[in-house]
């Protein structure tokens, strides 16, 4: 069974960076969408950034782009979210999303199956 263990939240002035981990325990195909959602208080989860597992096809929700970067690593089998830059509409808390089985809709939550903890961010202005 593949779990996803999270870490790396916390809190920041605005312009300020954190990294974000996420350990991938267990097998997930290849080219199966992997990531990161986030969801603000009262608001619907939403998708920051995805890549395809262990491939190089990445994706960018258009308020992170320039400030944001997604990365794995595999000899570690860790996903990375570097935040640069943050704003406080950044904050909400952060979601590490895999499929284990596959699907198209890789910009939704309701595309995934597999989550983990969550991470809290919170960025003051």
């Known amino acids: 069974q593949v779990q996803l263990v999270e870490s790396g939240g916390g809190s920041v002035q605005a312009g300020g960076s954190l990294k974000l981990s996420c350990v991938l325990y267990?097998?997930?195909?290849?080219?199966?969408?992997i990531g990161w959602f986030r969801q603000a208080p009262g608001k619907e989860r939403e998708w920051v950034s995805v890549?395809?597992?262990?491939?190089?096809?990445?994706k960018y929700t258009r308020s992170v782009v320039g400030r944001f970067t997604i990365s794995q690593d595999p000899a570690t089998d860790t996903l990375y979210l570097q935040m640069n830059n943050l704003k406080p509409e950044d904050t909400g808390t952060y979601y590490c999303?895999?499929?284990?089985?596959?699907?198209?809709?890789?910009?939704?939550?309701?595309?995934?199956?597999?989550w983990g903890q969550g991470t809290q961010v919170t960025v003051s202005s």
């Open positions: 999303a895999a499929q284990d089985i596959f699907s198209v809709n890789w910009d939704r939550a309701a595309g995934y199956d597999l």
């Open positions: 267990g097998r997930i195909g290849g080219g199966h969408w």
């Open positions: 890549k395809a597992h262990g491939g190089s096809f990445i």
